[in-house]
């Protein structure tokens, strides 16, 4: 039986997350069925099936597209029971997570969330204590809800295609008693969230004035730019660029820490990325101890050379 696959989407396009999502659902067996909710155009539909999605439900209610928490979880309930389909599965976000915890009410469905890789049997590895420590869990209801954590599988292309099919949701007013007035988009070149590296700086950096060269060393390699809690309390940096438990937790290919001490809840925050460099000119940095790679070293001297070397090798 093929799982069900809720695709993120983000000004009409579908989230790397939810990209990793469809290859873990096709590598549980038995193929995926993608959902998307909202307004969004038939290529973008249709690229789903290079990445393994064997068919595309599309719900394409406007009033879908402002993601109401209640009207999705409604949505993808009915879609469940329609497909007679005993396994949803989503990327972890800020509006999957709940919506999650609500269709799984409404299902019966059990939920586990932070799942980092493929089961073994019925037994799920997750992840708990912000990423200090996993947790083995078996799931023995066949009907269930998983969230997965970034990278917990690698998406790629397959070069399939999908069929295409529209789902008219029974959504009466209550599922649109709340109501989303404004929201605030983050903005730059890459978003923090989907990035594959991630540039980050922390109080070494000694002022706002001094990030251009972060920027630079960013933009040279496609990545996003981050920052620690104390920098964006500072007003130093923008909130939505804040990394940490209280932040944006990431979990790209690289990340590079820059002038940052690497305190528990930024710790907490970065703990799934795939390689970590840290540059501190401090030897005794906690964040060391982390580290795939460090420098010791000023960043003022270290960043500069760093770019530069990056530019002169493409």
């Given at each position: 039986?093929?799982?069900?696959?809720?695709?993120?989407?983000?000004?009409?396009?579908?989230?790397?997350?939810?990209?990793?999502?469809?290859?873990?659902?096709?590598?549980?067996?038995?193929?995926?069925?993608?959902?998307?909710?909202?307004?969004?155009?038939?290529?973008?539909?249709?690229?789903?099936?290079?990445?393994?999605?064997?068919?595309?439900?599309?719900?394409?209610?406007?009033?879908?597209?402002?993601?109401?928490?209640?009207?999705?979880?409604?949505?993808?309930?009915?879609?469940?029971?329609?497909?007679?389909?005993?396994?949803?599965?989503?990327?972890?976000?800020?509006?999957?997570?709940?919506?999650?915890?609500?269709?799984?009410?409404?299902?019966?469905?059990?939920?586990?969330?932070?799942?980092?890789?493929?089961?073994?049997?019925?037994?799920?590895?997750?992840?708990?204590?912000?990423?200090?420590?996993?947790?083995?869990?078996?799931?023995?209801?066949?009907?269930?809800?998983?969230?997965?954590?970034?990278?917990?599988?690698?998406?790629?292309?397959?070069?399939?295609?999908?069929?295409?099919?529209?789902?008219?949701?029974?959504?009466?007013?209550?599922?649109f008693a709340a109501r989303i007035i404004?929201?605030?988009?983050?903005?730059?070149?890459?978003?923090?969230?989907?990035?594959?590296?991630?540039?980050?700086?922390?109080?070494?950096?000694?002022?706002?004035?001094?990030?251009?060269?972060?920027?630079?060393?960013?933009?040279?390699?496609?990545?996003?730019?981050?920052?620690?809690?104390?920098?964006?309390?500072?007003?130093?940096?923008?909130?939505?660029?804040?990394?940490?438990?209280?932040?944006?937790?990431?979990?790209?290919?690289?990340?590079?820490?820059?002038?940052?001490?690497?305190?528990i809840q930024h710790?907490?925050?970065?703990?799934?990325?795939?390689?970590?460099?840290?540059?501190?000119?401090?030897?005794?940095?906690?964040?060391?101890?982390?580290?795939?790679?460090?420098?010791?070293?000023?960043?003022?001297?270290?960043?500069?050379?760093?770019?530069?070397?990056?530019?002169?090798?493409?």
């Amino acid at each position: 039986m093929s799982a069900l696959v809720f695709i993120e989407t983000s000004e009409g396009k579908a989230r790397k997350s939810s990209l990793e999502a469809i290859a873990y659902g096709n590598a549980l067996g038995g193929g995926v069925t993608a959902v998307v909710l909202g307004v969004c155009d038939k290529p973008e539909l249709e690229s789903l099936g290079k990445y393994g999605a064997k068919k595309i439900i599309h719900v394409s209610d406007a009033r879908l597209n402002a993601g109401v928490i209640q009207a999705y979880a409604s949505v993808l309930a009915q879609v469940m029971q329609q497909e007679n389909c005993e396994t949803l599965i989503m990327a972890n976000s800020s509006l999957a997570t709940p919506v999650a915890a609500r269709v799984s009410i409404k299902t019966g469905a059990s939920l586990l969330s932070n799942v980092t890789q493929l089961p073994e049997g019925n037994v799920f590895k997750r992840s708990i204590y912000s990423g200090k420590a996993f947790a083995n869990v078996e799931l023995k209801n066949q009907k269930r809800i998983i969230t997965l954590k970034k990278n917990a599988a690698e998406s790629k292309e397959t070069g399939g295609t999908a069929e295409i099919v529209t789902f008219n949701a029974n959504l009466s007013d209550s599922d649109f008693a709340a109501r989303i007035i404004s929201s605030e988009k983050a903005t730059g070149e890459v978003l923090l969230p989907e990035a594959s590296i991630v540039v980050s700086g922390g109080r070494g950096m000694k002022g706002p004035e001094h990030w251009g060269m972060l920027e630079e060393l960013a933009k040279t390699l496609h990545a996003a730019t981050g920052c620690s809690k104390p920098v964006s309390d500072m007003g130093w940096r923008p909130h939505h660029e804040h990394v940490g438990q209280t932040g944006v937790k990431v979990a790209p290919q690289l990340y590079i820490a820059i002038g940052i001490s690497g305190a528990i809840q930024h710790l907490a925050g970065v703990n799934s990325s795939k390689c970590i460099v840290v540059i501190n000119k401090d030897a005794d940095c906690p964040f060391f101890k982390a580290a795939d790679y460090g420098i010791i070293g000023d960043a003022f001297d270290v960043v500069p050379k760093l770019t530069a070397a990056l530019k002169a090798s493409k």
